[in-house]
């Protein structure tokens, strides 16, 4: 049995000691979906402004599980959200610990295969862009988001980019 | 210009306040390696006590950089405490932020050729225990550890596996 206190609460992360020598950090489950954008046949992706690292960076379309949600429910609100598109088939990629080093984040990825005229984004609060690219100009793209990597050669690895089978990283 | 202040500043971590808003947690670069075993032609990974998750799970190789370090040395150091071999070649498959949406981690990953009689664990502070695998068994294997996962998936895309070429997930 594990003995452990709070040592920070914040309104998005909390950091516990275990057995007073582990710092962890405690998070909500996250969610992360690479998007086929059907009418379009290219993949949908986001810029984001991300103030931890003070960058711009290219990502899958991703956020935080709420309490009412399943992965799959989050997942589809925040392709609505950030993408304004609709889901018309989801296949799950798998669940994984980003940095289960000092964090008991998990990841679910899920590759999406959306409808919709364009591109909105739907949430104001969100320092974002969504941009759609040529699969053959993603495997070119220095990606350096770790879920957005895993996301395209886990889909690639499962045939589900089929239209694309021949781009490499 | 961002403005930002510490709210909490622990050993391993510190989470700092960006314009008033953002918590997000300041962490050391990181390092990870696949493993190729030459003498026994298998993939060499940990069983990780993480007390984050508290859970053991399989892993490749990974540890923190140190400050007088770049990547490439500690890796080689981490091979080295972690499962006693010897690195003979290091390809860089990439530098990634395994959560950028609150973290400033930036992950170094490695695919490394490496030799020696057996696995050997030198750091005893370390909740670990060296295990090899045929490729194989690896692809038939949950993983649940993101950067595992990517680091597998790069190998195979860089064609660095190439006594498993057929393998797939």
């Known amino acids: 049995m594990n003995l452990q206190?709070?040592?920070?609460k914040g309104n998005f992360l909390q950091v516990d000691i275990v057995n007073e020598?582990?710092?962890v950090v405690r998070r909500p489950h996250a969610v992360g979906a690479l998007i086929y954008w059907t009418e379009c046949d290219k993949l949908v992706f986001v810029k984001?402004?991300?103030p931890a690292i003070d960058k711009i960076i290219l990502e899958i379309v991703a956020g935080l599980v709420e309490h009412d949600e399943d992965p799959s429910q989050a997942v589809r609100r925040e392709i609505d959200e950030e993408v304004g598109l609709s889901v018309e088939n989801l296949t799950s990629l798998?669940?994984?610990y980003p940095t289960p080093g000092y964090s008991d984040e998990v990841t679910h990825l899920f590759y999406a295969e959306c409808s919709g005229s364009e591109l909105n984004m739907n949430d104001p609060s969100e320092n974002l862009e969504p941009v759609s690219?040529?699969?053959?100009d993603v495997w070119t793209t220095v990606l350096m988001d770790m879920k957005t990597s895993l996301a395209l050669c886990l889909s690639k690895e499962k045939?589900?980019?089929k239209h694309f089978?021949?781009?490499s990283f």
């Open 48 to 50: 984001h402004y991300r």
């Open 159 to 161: 045939h589900l980019l």
């Open 5 to 8: 206190r709070t040592l920070f």
């Open 133 to 136: 690219l040529k699969i053959e």
């Open 165 to 167: 089978g021949n781009g």
């Open 94 to 96: 798998g669940s994984f």
């Open 21 to 23: 020598k582990y710092e």
